[in-house]
Structure formats: C-alpha cells, structure tokens
C-alpha cells in the first residue's frame, strides 16, 4: 500500500497550488480520501475528506471557501486545490485512506510540505 503526495512547495500569500495524492495497493474507489496538516509546533488539523463515490465533501473551518478536494477513481488519486493561500496554510500536508465500511482500515501518506511566504 501507498500514498504519495506530490505538488507542495513554496508559494506567495494569495497564490494558488494543486496537491496530489497517488495512491496503490490498494481498492481506491472503496475509500473515503481525506487531507490533514500539520503545521510546526501544532497538532495535526483536518483540512478536507470526499467519500469513495466523491458524492460528499467536507472541509475544515480555516480552508472553506479557500481549498477544494477531488479525485479521480481510474487514475487512483485524489487532489487538494488550495487557492488564496495565507502563511497560516504553512504545514506538512498528508493524504490519508480510510475503507468507506472498515473504518479502522487506514492508511497515511508520508506527507508532503507547503510553505506560503514571501
């Protein structure tokens, strides 16, 4: 099994960015995929969750409005749009799978880091 995120990087306050999360070994499409962070010095935060059909989205009180979730069922990966980027955004951001029935079947992508300065 793994999740790969890519796309983190370095971007200006108010710039935009695309994270994506590969995944395998897994049943993709049986899976509800979500995204945290965690930021220096602070406990992990949810950002956003979308269910295994993607027919429902969730998000975090400080992206709403800001970040949208996707995925792609044949291409086995899911996305975090991040649009009006604030330096508050800075953190390891993680993909995370959880079985749509089994909710104890998880599993966590080794994360990877944004960084909003200028």
């Known amino acids: 099994v793994q999740l790969v995120e890519s796309g983190g990087g370095l971007v200006q306050p108010g710039g935009s960015l695309r994270l994506s999360c590969a995944a395998s070994?897994?049943?993709?499409?049986?899976?509800?995929m979500s995204w945290y962070r965690r930021a220096p010095g602070k406990e992990r935060e949810f950002v956003a969750e979308?269910?295994?059909?993607?027919?429902?989205?969730n998000y975090g009180d400080s992206v709403k409005g800001r970040f949208t979730i996707s995925r792609d069922n044949a291409k086995n990966t899911v996305y975090l749009q991040m649009s009006s980027l604030k330096p508050m955004d800075t953190a390891v951001y993680y993909c995370?799978?959880?079985?749509?029935?089994?909710?104890?079947?998880?599993?966590w992508g080794q994360g990877t880091q944004l960084t909003v300065s200028s």
């Open positions: 995370r799978a959880r079985h749509s029935a089994w909710l104890g079947d998880v599993y």
């Open positions: 979308i269910t295994s059909t993607g027919g429902y989205r």
């Open positions: 070994g897994f049943t993709f499409n049986k899976y509800d």
